[in-house]
Nanobody, 115 residues
């Protein structure tokens, strides 16, 4: 299983970015997928998750109302639409997927929000 993130970059506070996570196989094979982030000197934290079957979502309180997680099963891709970005959103963002055999991580994409 390979997960490849894209869409990171530098944006001003208040701006938007959309991250993508392309899977090498069908995302229906995963029980769930999610986005995590890690800022310098901090632990990796959950941002949002989505179940592959029903599309149920879950968000960290810090991003509720600003970020939206979604998936396109035809493209085997998961997205994270990030609006109203804040400097504290600056981090490396990782996508994760899990199935019966384990967890899989992408290589990460840098998001930097300037004030």
């Amino acid at each position: 299983v390979q997960l490849v993130e894209s869409g990171g970059g530098l944006v001003q506070a208040g701006g938007s970015l959309r991250l993508s996570c392309a899977a090498s196989g069908s995302i229906f094979s995963f029980r769930s997928m999610g986005w995590y982030r890690q800022a310098p000197g901090k632990q990796r934290e959950l941002v949002a998750t989505i179940t592959s079957a029903g599309g149920s979502t879950n968000y960290a309180d810090s991003v509720k109302g600003r970020f939206t997680i979604s998936r396109d099963t035809a493209k085997n891709t998961m997205y994270l639409q990030m609006n109203g970005l804040k400097p504290e959103d600056t981090a490396v963002y990782y996508c994760k997927a899990n199935d019966l055999w384990g967890n899989y991580w992408g290589q990460g994409t840098q998001v930097t929000v300037s004030s």
